[in-house]
């Protein structure tokens, strides 16, 4: 069975990483419906505390532009009630007819790379464990109220009296959660509520180690989960002209905003996030290639945007193969996305997605 494969849905034009601007609505009813049309079975609409638009927004504006896509909507558990959490979800689900997957992202503490903002943005104070220790009593009492079941509960940091909603999700119990974290904390918290682990794409040994992990966390909690993985992607038509086009990434890039950036990304308490400055080691090369850590694979993004750093680079078929190669260890869905977000999309779905044999899967 092949892999399912989503997107990323975004207003943004911007050809590179660094840029933040918005083409509005037209665009991103134009990003939505590439998505729709191009074959992935959704798209991932991301958050940050500070700065981005909100993606409840962004992606109930596009509900009727759309047909088939899901919607993979990151939360933020700290910035909201879990009541809160499970009324949106349940009537977005039904609004939508059953298109929307939860993406549970405890965060970090600090402001990540200088723009998005971490929870101390937000008023949230609370250490890296704690976080943790709060996600799983607010995926807890979230699970009981979504599935229509009353709650009472009294938490170190929750506490609800006589909790209900009134409206069910068209997904029974609930829609599929995706929660990600390379901690052993996190790990802990997948283990016992996700129905898909996601982590962004890492070498080939910490990467099926880590999935390793969280399948046998889940394991020791009775329950099964799958992994979902996110990459960036630089397909061209041959090799030659995806490495030049990683190359001309790298070329634009300025110095003093990588130096700034890689300080503030350090400065975090993201495992994840440090785990990702660790590919490049804060080396910017002149030749991108001096950046290939194992074959087709790139670190250079690591340099020039928050999360997900390393790309797989190459021609169609050797993006295929690689992507075959993940889901042969493991991985059951994959984010792929590049810039310009349209055209990039229009790419991978143009060029790859017929390359992954099978028809492509729901979770």
């Not at 349940?90 to 007819?97: I, V």
């Not at 999935?211 to 046998?216: E, G």
């Not at 440090?274 to 087709?296: C, N, S, V, Y």
């Given at each position: 069975m092949s892999p399912e494969i989503y997107s990323f849905l975004s207003s943004s034009p911007a050809q590179y990483p660094w840029e933040n601007n918005s083409g509005g609505y037209p665009h991103l009813v134009r990003d939505a419906q590439a998505i729709?049309?191009?074959g992935y079975a959704g798209a991932l609409v991301a958050t940050g505390i500070g700065a981005g638009p909100d993606p409840w927004v962004t992606s109930a504006s596009v509900i009727g532009a759309t047909s088939r896509m899901k919607f993979l909507l990151a939360i933020h558990p700290t910035v909201t009630t879990p009541a809160t959490l499970a009324k949106q979800v349940?009537?977005?689900?039904?609004?939508?007819?059953g298109r929307i997957l939860t993406n549970i992202v405890t965060g970090s503490l600090s402001n990540t790379a200088g723009r998005l903002g971490g929870t101390a943005a937000a008023g949230v104070a609370?250490?890296?464990?704690a976080r943790y220790r709060y996600t799983d009593e607010f995926l807890h009492v979230y699970k009981e109220l979504i599935s229509g079941r009353g709650v009472d509960f009294?938490?170190?940091?929750?506490?609800i009296t006589g909790g209900f909603i009134?409206?069910?999700?068209?997904?029974k119990p609930y829609p599929p959660i995706w929660f990600g974290g390379s901690s052993d904390a996190a790990i802990e918290v997948a283990a016992k509520h996700a129905d898909v682990y996601a982590t962004w794409g890492e070498p080939w040994e910490l990467l099926t180690d880590k999935?390793?992990?969280?399948?046998?966390a889940a394991a020791k909690q009775g329950r099964t989960i799958k992994v979902g993985c996110q990459f960036n992607v630089i397909v061209r038509d041959t090799k030659e002209e995806a490495w030049a086009a990683a190359q001309e990434l790298l070329d634009r890039a300025d110095d003093g905003f990588i130096e700034k950036f890689l300080a503030n990304l350090a400065a975090g308490d993201s495992v994840g996030q440090?785990?990702?400055?660790?590919?490049?080691?804060?080396?910017?090369?002149?030749?991108?290639?001096?950046?290939?850590?194992?074959?087709?694979i790139w670190s250079g993004f690591g340099l020039l945007r928050v999360g997900p750093g390393l790309a797989i680079v190459g021609d169609p078929e050797t993006v295929a193969a690689r992507l075959r190669d993940y889901a042969a260890a493991g991985i059951d869905a994959f984010i792929l996305q590049n810039w310009p977000y349209v055209e990039e999309t229009e790419r991978?779905?143009?060029?790859?997605?017929?390359?992954?044999t099978d028809s492509l899967s729901r979770l």
């Open positions: 729709d049309d191009g349940a009537t977005f689900d039904e609004l939508s007819n609370l250490d890296h464990d009294a938490g170190e940091f929750i506490s009134g409206i069910r999700p068209v997904q999935i390793s992990r969280a399948r046998a440090l785990r990702q400055l660790g590919f490049h080691a804060g080396k910017r090369p002149t030749h991108a290639r001096e950046l290939e850590i194992e074959p087709d991978i779905a143009r060029d790859v997605l017929p390359l992954l």
